[in-house]
C-alpha cells in the first residue's frame, strides 16, 4: 500500500473527525483526521496535549538522583527510564558495571519488556479486536474446542473453565459496572471475531492478569520492591551472596534466585501458548485488514538492546540501525552522539528556539513552551475545534535522523533484526508469516505484511518470547558467574562527585517497550546541568517538521476505511499497535472525568 | 488469618499538590510501626500495576489528591461502594482513571476488597512541574493520617508510634522524600513550571501569546 508520507501530498477537504482524548493509553492525547467521501482516512494530524515537565525539574540536581525522579515521570514506563538515566551517568563519567549487574540489568528490562507488551495486549489493545459483548453469545463447548485447536498445549481449555469465565463475566455486564469495557462501540461491524474468540480472549484477559503480577516479582527481587525498583549508578541496588538462606531484605540467594528461574518459565509458557497463538487467530480473522503501516516499512529506527559482550554494540540481540526510504537492502549505521544524526526540530511544536536555530541535538536541546495557533485554527486557546497543523500544533517536538521521520518500537526493532540477518529473530517472523499464510490462504511477503498495524502486534509478541527464551540464558550466565567467584554487583570507584571532571557529558540509551529511548546529561560542578530525553512516543507521535515530513502515527492512519467514523475503532485500534505513551513524550493532565473520548465530526 | 490492611498513596508526587497521597503514606511509615498484616504502598500513578496489592488486602485505604470542586485543601472522606465512583466522576489527573479500572478489573478478576476507604483532599495547585504540596493541602497530611489510624483502631489495629522518627521514606528512594525533593528543586527562571492553559490557566503562557 503506496501511503503519501508528506504533508504536502494531504487532501483535508473531507470531514474533520476529532477524537479527544484518545483512551486506553497512558496519557493525553488528541487526534484530528480527515475522511473523504468513502470515509477514507485522508488526512490525519496527532497531537500531544501537555507538556513534559521530566528536563527542567532535573537541573540542579545530583546526577545519581536523576533516575529516581525519571521514575515518576509516567506510571507505565518506570523502569526503562530508570535503567537509561543510570546509564547516561555512567557514560558521562566513564562507568563500567561489573558484569553481574549487566546481568541482572537484562533480568530486569526484559522482565518489564514481557510484563510491559502482556499488559499492552491483553489490557489495552485487545479491545480493539474482541468484543466482549459477543463473548457472551459464545458456545463455552466450541470455545474449548477453539482452544484446543489454537493451542494443544494450553491447559486451561475445558468448557466447564470457558462456562465459569462467561457467568463471570455475564455478571459483571449485567451490575452496569463502569470502567473495563464501557467505552466500546461493540454493535460495530469493524469487530470480527466469532463469539468462542471473544470468549477466549476473555478468558486470557484474566489469565494474562495472573501472569503479570509473577513476572513482576523479578522486579522486588533485584530491585528491592515493586513498584519504582531500585537502581543504581555503578550497578544494581542489590547484593548477592549464594549461602545466604535469609527471606524478603536478604542479599540475593539461590532460592530467590530459583524464584526468578520459575517466574520467567511461567512468562515463556504463557507466551508461547497463550499470547503469540492468540495474536496469529486475531490476524488470521483480520487478515484483510492489512491498514496501519504508514512509516513502517520505510524510515525505521533502533538504537539496539541487550548487548552480549559488555561494552560491544555488534553483539547486541537486537540490532541498532536505520532504514529509509524503504530500502530493506541496507541498514545504516546510528550515532546517538552525532550532532549530525539525531536533532529535535520546533517548527509544529508549541516551544522556540533562538533565532536562526533549526533543528538542535538533545545534548544542546532546549525546552522553551511557546503556545501560539495558527491563523485557521477553530475555537480558542481555552477550546480547540480543529487545529491549524500548518503551524504549531503539539507539545511534542519533532525528533529527525538525518533528517527523516522515523518509526519505533518491536516492529522497527524486528525489521531491522531480520534485515540484519540475526537468526533467532528470521526463525520466529518465517514462522508467523507462515501460520498466517496457511490460516489464511493468503500467500503475503514480508514487506506485504510485517509494515502493518497487525505486523505491530505481532512483533511485540514475538519480542516477548525473544525475551523470556533469553533471559534463561541470562539465568544462566549469572548463576555461571557467580558461582566462579564474583560476587560484585556495582563500581562505585567514582561514585564520590570529589573524583568527577568539572564538566562531563554522557548518553544512555535502551531500546524500550515502545522503541528507541535517549538521555543525553550534561553534568557540571557535580550537578545536572541539562537534561534532555528523547523518548519513543516522541518519534512515533511526532508532528510535521518544516519540511513537511509527517510522523509516524499520523502516516499509519492514512488510506485507513472507517466503518463509522463517529466510533473511531480503526483510529484507536492502529495507535494502540504502537502502544503511545503520552506521559512520556509530554507532560499530561487531563481536564475532565470523561471517559468516553469524545468524538467530533465536522 | 488476619485481616490484610493496604494503605496505598497514589499519585504523582512531581506535580505539586498531585503528590498529596504518596506523602500521606511517606509520614504514617516515617511516625509508625505496622504489624506485618499491614502493607504501605507507594503506589505513584501505576495504574493498573496495582491491581494484585488491591486483590490480596481485606480493607483497602487510599489517600489521594482528587478534584471535587471544593475550596482547596477541603478533605472528604469516602466510603465503600462510594469509592470507584469518585474516582472517576471527576477526574483531573491520569492516574484516576487508573485507578477506578485497577477496582473494576478486581471486582471482575476477583479479590475486591472488603471494605473501602478513600480520604481524598482538595488540590490548590497542580501545575507546578517540580513543586511540592501547597500549604492548605500539606496542613491535610496529619488530619488525613488521624482519619486513617482511626478507621484501623475500630478494627482492632493500632501500630505503634516510633521512637524516633525516620528521615527517610523507605517507600520511595530518599531522594524523593519530601525535605530532599523540595530542597533540590531548580530555580524558576531555571527551569519553566508551567502547563497548558487549555487545562490551566496560565500566566506564564498567556504572557507568552500576547
Redesign the interface.
Known amino acids: 500500500m503506496n501511503t503519501p508520507l508528506n504533508a504536502s501530498q494531504l487532501d483535508n477537504s473531507g470531514r474533520r473527525v476529532v477524537v479527544d482524548p484518545v483512551t486506553r493509553i ?3 492525547m488528541r487526534c484530528e483526521v480527515n475522511v473523504d467521501s468513502n470515509n477514507i482516512i485522508r488526512n490525519a494530524v496527532s497531537t500531544g ?3 513534559r ?1 521530566l528536563e ?7 546526577p545519581r ?1 536523576a533516575w ?2 525519571v521514575e ?5 514506563c ?1 523502569g526503562t527510564h530508570a535503567l537509561t538515566s543510570v546509564r547516561a551517568v555512567e557514560d558521562a563519567l566513564g562507568i563500567q558495571i561489573p558484569l553481574n549487574a549487566h546481568l541482572i540489568r537484562h533480568l530486569m528490562d526484559k522482565t518489564l519488556q514481557v510484563h510491559d507488551h502482556i ?1 499492552h495486549f491483553y ?1 489495552l489493545h485487545a479491545l480493539d479486536w474482541v468484543n466482549p459483548v459477543n463473548a457472551l453469545k459464545a458456545d463455552p463447548k466450541a470455545t474449548s474446542e477453539l482452544q484446543k485447536m489454537v493451542s494443544p498445549a494450553h491447559a486451561k481449555s475445558s468448557p466447564g473453565y470457558f462456562r465459569d469465565v462467561q457467568n ?2 455475564k455478571k ?1 455486564v449485567q451490575s452496569g ?4 469495557f464501557a467505552n466500546g462501540y461493540w454493535d460495530n461491524p469493524a469487530y470480527k471475531l466469532p463469539p468462542e474468540a471473544d470468549l477466549m480472549a476473555v478468558a486470557h484477559y ?1 489469565e494474562a ?2 501472569l ?2 509473577e513476572i ?1 516479582k523479578i522486579h522486588t527481587i533485584f530491585g528491592g520492591k515493586n ?2 525498583p ?1 537502581y543504581l549508578v555503578g550497578g544494581v541496588a542489590c547484593a548477592i551472596n549464594l549461602d545466604d538462606v535469609g527471606a524478603s531484605g536478604a542479599p540475593v540467594n539461590m532460592v530467590s534466585l530459583n524464584f526468578v528461574l520459575q517466574r520467567i518459565q511461567e512468562a515463556r509458557e504463557f507466551t508461547k501458548n497463550v499470547y503469540l497463538p492468540d495474536v496469529l487467530a486475531v490476524a488470521g480473522i483480520y487478515k484483510d485488514w492489512l491498514y496501519g503501516g504508514g512509516l513502517a516499512g520505510q524510515n525505521m529506527l533502533s538504537y539496539g538492546t541487550y548487548t552480549q559482550v559488555p561494552g560491544d554494540k555488534s553483539t547486541d540481540l537486537l540490532p541498532a540501525g536505520a532504514i529509509v526510504n524503504g530500502n530493506w537492502d541496507e541498514v545504516l549505521p546510528v550515532d546517538v552522539r552525532d550532532p549530525e544524526q539525531i536533532q529535535e526540530f520546533v517548527d509544529h511544536s508549541w516551544y522556540s528556539y533562538a533565532d536562526g536555530v533549526k533543528g538542535l541535538h538533545p545534548w544542546d536541546g532546549d ?6 495557533l495558527g491563523p485557521n485554527t477553530k475555537g480558542t ?4 475545534k480543529e487545529l491549524d497543523e500548518a503551524h504549531k500544533y503539539s ?1 511534542i517536538k519533532a525528533p529527525r535522523w538525518r533528517g527523516h521521520a522515523m518509526e519505533v518500537g518491536p516492529l522497527s526493532r524486528y525489521i531491522i533484526a531480520y534485515v540484519s540477518g540475526k537468526e533467532y529473530v528470521q526463525e520466529q517472523v518465517d514462522r508467523s508469516l507462515a501460520a498466517f499464510n496457511q490460516n489464511t490462504g493468503l500467500e503475503l511477503g514480508l514487506k506485504q505484511f510485517l509494515p502493518s498495524t497487525l505486523g505491530r502486534t505481532l512483533a511485540r509478541a514475538l519480542e516477548c518470547e525473544l525475551c523470556c527464551d533469553t533471559m534463561l540464558d541470562d539465568w544462566q550466565a549469572l548463576i555461571n558467574n557467580i558461582k566462579a567467584g564474583d560476587r560484585s554487583t556495582a563500581n562505585v570507584e567514582k561514585w564520590d562527585p570529589s573524583t568527577w571532571p568539572k564538566e562531563a557529558k554522557g548518553v544512555g540509551i535502551n531500546e524500550a517497550p515502545r522503541g528507541a529511548l535517549g538521555h543525553w546529561i550534561k553534568i557540571k560542578d557535580g550537578k545536572i546541568e541539562n537534561y534532555q530525553a528523547i523518548v519513543p512516543t516522541t518519534w512515533n507521535g511526532s508532528p510535521r517538521d518544516a519540511q513537511g515530513n509527517i510522523g509516524a502515527f499520523e502516516a499509519s492512519l492514512l488510506n485507513t476505511p472507517m466503518e463509522r467514523p463517529e466510533e473511531p475503532v480503526e483510529i484507536l485500534r492502529t495507535l494502540h499497535s504502537f502502544d503511545p505513551c503520552l ?1 512520556c513524550s509530554t ?7 470523561q ?1 468516553m473520548s469524545q468524538v467530533k465530526i465536522r | 488469618m488476619d485481616k490484610q490492611f493496604l494503605i496505598l498513596g497514589i499519585g504523582n508526587l512531581l506535580w505539586a499538590d498531585e503528590g498529596f497521597g504518596v506523602r500521606c503514606v511517606e509520614y504514617l511509615n516515617q511516625h509508625f510501626e505496622f504489624p506485618a498484616n499491614v502493607e504501605l504502598l507507594d503506589g505513584g500513578t501505576q495504574g493498573l500495576y496495582l491491581v494484585q496489592h488491591v486483590q490480596a488486602c481485606d480493607v483497602l485505604m487510599v489517600f489521594d489528591a482528587i478534584d471535587y470542586g471544593l475550596e482547596p485543601g477541603t478533605m472528604k472522606i469516602i466510603r465503600d461502594d462510594d469509592v470507584p465512583k469518585f474516582m472517576g466522576a471527576k477526574k483531573m489527573s491520569l492516574h484516576q482513571t487508573g485507578f477506578q479500572e485497577v477496582l473494576a478489573t478486581a471486582e471482575f478478576a476477583g479479590g475486591y476488597p472488603d471494605e473501602l476507604l478513600l480520604v481524598g483532599v482538595q488540590p490548590e495547585a497542580l501545575e507546578d512541574f517540580g513543586g511540592s504540596l501547597r500549604d492548605v493541602v500539606r496542613a491535610q497530611i496529619e488530619p488525613a493520617v488521624k482519619v486513617v489510624l482511626d478507621f484501623m483502631a475500630e478494627r482492632g489495629l493500632v501500630p505503634q508510634r516510633r521512637e524516633q522518627v525516620l528521615d527517610s521514606t523507605e517507600l520511595s528512594p530518599n531522594q524523593l522524600a519530601m525535605a530532599d525533593y523540595e530542597a533540590g528543586r531548580p530555580a524558576e527562571d531555571a527551569a519553566c513550571r508551567r502547563g497548558d492553559i487549555r487545562f490551566i490557566p496560565s500566566t506564564c503562557l498567556q504572557g507568552d501569546s500576547n
Open positions: 497512558e496519557g493525553h496535549t501537555m507538556w515537565g527542567v525539574i532535573l537541573k540542579g540536581r545530583d538522583d529516581a525522579f515518576r515521570i509516567c506510571g507505565v518506570t499488559v489490557h463471570r463475566l459483571f459496572q463502569l470502567g473495563l484474566l492478569l495472573d503479570q503480577k513482576v513498584p519504582h531500585n525546552t522553551s513552551p511557546n503556545f501560539e486557546k481555552t477550546d480547540i507539545w506521559a507532560h499530561v493532565m487531563s481536564e475532565d472525568g471517559q
